[in-house]
Every structure is written in structure tokens, then in C-alpha cells.
T-cell receptor, first 114, second 111 residues
Framework: ETGVTQSPTHLIKTRGQQVTLRCSSQSGHNTVSWYQQALGQGPQFIFQYYREEENGRGNFPPRFSGLQFPNYSSELNVNALELDDSALYLC?????????????FGPGTRLTVT | KNQVEQSPQSLIILEGKNCTLQCNYTVSPFSNLRWYKQDTGRGPVSLTIMTFSENTKSNGRYTATLDADTKQSSLHITASQLSDSASYICVVNSGYSTLTFGKGTMLLVSP
């Protein structure tokens, strides 16, 4: 167990709806990254938050947004869901210091858009 | 463009046999390379991490190698077990948690 938790485990939504996924970081970690993993593919970087500020973003449209809270937990929000948004969403927490930034992954949230 | 290529895409071996998975990368800058094991529908779990100066790193029956000159890495699994069935993902870190993932090798260990 990595100490990173995600909720919910599974979720089914309809195209056009909005969804919020949650992540609780490992204790002491100040950075959280979100990834989308389609079936049979490697994870794709969505964005990263460091101390409540967005600190990098992958090639995802603005309808993917996020928040990091003072306790370093995080949310991923997706608006106007599309069928292609169906995937496993992973969050990973890390403590970014010079020479130390290993990411610890949560178990993921499986999102199905119908 | 940063890329990580893994081969083979999938692999079936008999329980008890050894296997080697390959990873080639074109990522710059380079901070470290990690191998993750990902069970179906679960988050990846780190197996090994290697920096530029490290050539080999072991974790039980898993041994990773790194050739920073040719930008190649391998993961060798010894005496495979049924529980080794999973996807193995090669990930290159460019620093400050900027990761480039391979698509993974799906390993199936059959009895």
C-alpha cells in the first residue's frame, strides 16, 4: 500500500455530464499529479499541483481542471464528458525535494462514460 | 518529443521461467528511470529506480539494467511466479516529477 487513496473506485457517467474525482495524498507529500490511462496504454500526464498551484499540464483541454487543498488532498474535475474520457484515472503524490521526487500511485478511479 | 518505447508488447511464459523486458527512451533531460508493476485496474507500484550513474539495480527476483549511452533499459524477472502476471511499465523522469511513460509490456505467467 502506498498510502494514496482515491474515490470513488468506479463511476459511470453519461456523455455531457460533469465528474469530480478525489485523491488523498500520502502524509507529508506536497505534490500531486493526475494521469489518464486508457485501456492497454500507459498513463498520460494531465497536470500536476505543487502547494496548491498548477505546476505543469499535459495535452488535455481546459474542461479538465483540478484543485489541491491545504491538506494536500486533490480533486480532478472533468466537464462535458465525452466517450473518450472513459479510462482509469490515477493520482500520484510525491515530496518534491532536490534529488527526491518518487511518485506513489493510488489505486485509481475507473470512469466509464456512456 | 520525449518517448519511451517498450518491447515486447505482450509476453507469455511458463511458471518458473525467466524473462527480459526491454525499454528504449528518448527523453531529455534525464533524471532517473523506473520500472513499475501494474496489476489490471490498479495503480502502478515501483519496482526499481536508477539514476544516470547506476547500471543495475535488483529488487528480489527483479533486476533492472540501464545503459545511459544507448538509452536502453531492461527488466529481468527470475523464476517467474503466477503473481508476476501484470503490466510492466518503464518510466523516465525528467526531473521534478515530470514523467514519460511507456505503454507497458503485458506479462502472463501460465502454470
Amino acid at each position: 500500500e502506498t498510502g494514496v487513496t482515491q474515490s470513488p473506485t468506479h463511476l459511470i457517467k453519461t456523455r455531457g455530464q460533469q465528474v469530480t474525482l478525489r485523491c488523498s495524498s500520502q502524509s507529508g507529500h506536497n505534490t500531486v499529479s493526475w494521469y489518464q490511462q486508457a485501456l492497454g496504454q500507459g498513463p498520460q500526464f494531465i497536470f500536476q499541483y505543487y502547494r496548491e498551484e498548477e505546476n505543469g499540464r499535459g495535452n488535455f483541454p481546459p474542461r479538465f481542471s483540478g484543485l489541491q487543498f491545504p491538506n494536500y488532498s486533490s480533486e480532478l474535475n472533468v466537464n462535458a464528458l465525452e466517450l473518450d474520457d472513459s479510462a482509469l484515472y490515477l493520482c500520484a503524490s510525491s515530496l518534491v525535494l532536490a534529488g527526491e521526487d518518487e511518485q506513489y500511485f493510488g489505486p485509481g478511479t475507473r470512469l466509464t462514460v456512456t | 518529443k520525449n518517448q519511451v518505447e517498450q518491447s515486447p508488447q505482450s509476453l507469455i511464459i511458463l511458471e518458473g521461467k525467466n524473462c527480459t523486458l526491454q525499454c528504449n527512451y528518448t527523453v531529455s533531460p534525464f533524471s532517473n528511470l523506473r520500472w513499475y508493476k501494474q496489476d489490471t485496474g490498479r495503480g502502478p507500484v515501483s519496482l526499481t529506480i536508477m539514476t544516470f550513474s547506476e547500471n543495475t539495480k535488483s529488487n528480489g527476483r527483479y533486476t533492472a539494467t540501464l545503459d545511459a549511452d544507448t538509452k536502453q533499459s531492461s527488466l529481468h524477472i527470475t523464476a517467474s511466479q503466477l503473481s508476476d502476471s501484470a503490466s510492466y511499465i518503464c518510466v523516465v523522469n525528467s526531473g521534478y516529477s515530470t514523467l514519460t511513460f511507456g505503454k507497458g509490456t503485458m506479462l502472463l505467467v501460465s502454470p
